[in-house]
């Protein structure tokens, strides 16, 4: 049976051993943190990610932790008035999870002894394939683009969970200056993103309600720097493959970047399926180069205007919002969200 070793227990790297192990590769995760976890903070799936953890088997375990999140719909402005507002058959919801519940789902479908942690990785192991899934400051990126450029900071968000009894609609409310973020959880919980580049959580505690309540309704508040990283001209070299945030970090603007690394998990197992593995790495390599070159663009670039404090760009931003016809706005994200994964069996 071919080995492979997996570096790094995130959401890509679980969702790589997953889809491995469904081909009939005996797959090692090895992981530095001395548990498999992630942050108490929320995240979105979109189609493109739910559809490809359908072709791995486990769409449906993975769904029973989400909530249906309108945030894709209900546009707003810090007053509360909305520029659009969910339309059932227009608008798709996304899938939204507590972070820690999707990589608990992702956890379970691997055996316990597939799985290493406390286990720092620096050289490049033995096996017949190596992913390395180690993030955004990958410490093998170097080894696959010698000269790979370094992740570059974009703006800051903060982030967090509300305790259980609060019943929100998903939605994204304009600043100007930043943007706040709000996803229904199951049980009754939200998580919520504060994204800006110069400003304080306190900017927002006279936005529209629910804003300061939830902040109120969070026990902690998570501040992160926000990164992205240049696209590199390739995600291999020989058996090692590049995957996930370690290949192409990108900002949230589009809440794709762990859809991306679940689409790399899908793309990387279909191609090995029939093929050896450097021929496997060519196909994945092409495949994914584009794709991932895309999102990164769009990401930055509705980042880059999200956060903006220029009053001018708001204007426009959302002037904009409200004017876009339906078939401009379903173009846009059907680039991203009609990918159909290959076939793992
Ligand atoms: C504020 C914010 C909001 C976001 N929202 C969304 C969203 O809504 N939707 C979405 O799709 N994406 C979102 N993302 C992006 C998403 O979180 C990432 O793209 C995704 O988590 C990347 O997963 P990964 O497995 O590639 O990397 P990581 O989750 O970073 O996992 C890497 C793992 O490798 C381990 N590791 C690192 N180095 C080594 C080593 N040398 N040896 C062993 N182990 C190692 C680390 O400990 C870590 O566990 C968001 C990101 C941020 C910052």
Known sequence: MPEAVVVGGGIGGLTAAIALRKIGWAVTVFEQAPELREVGAGLSLAANAMRALDAVGIGDRVRAHAAASQVTGNLRLKSGKYLRRFREGRDVALAAFHRAELHGALRAELPEECIETGRHISEIPEADLVVAADGVHSTFRESVV????????????????TEPGVKVDGSFTFGPGGYFMIHPLPGERACWAYGTRTGTLDDVRDWHAPIPELLDASPSVLRNEILDLDPLPTYVRDNVALLGDAAHAVTPDLGQGACQAIEDAVTLAAALRTRSVRAALAVYDRERLPRTHLVTRMARRK???GVSSSRLVFGLVAASTRLVPDTAVRRSTARLWDWTPPRLS
């Open 303 to 305: 980042g880059q205007v």
């Open 146 to 161: 010698p000269d790979a450029p370094r992740p570059a900071r974009r703006y800051v968000a903060w982030r967090g969970v």
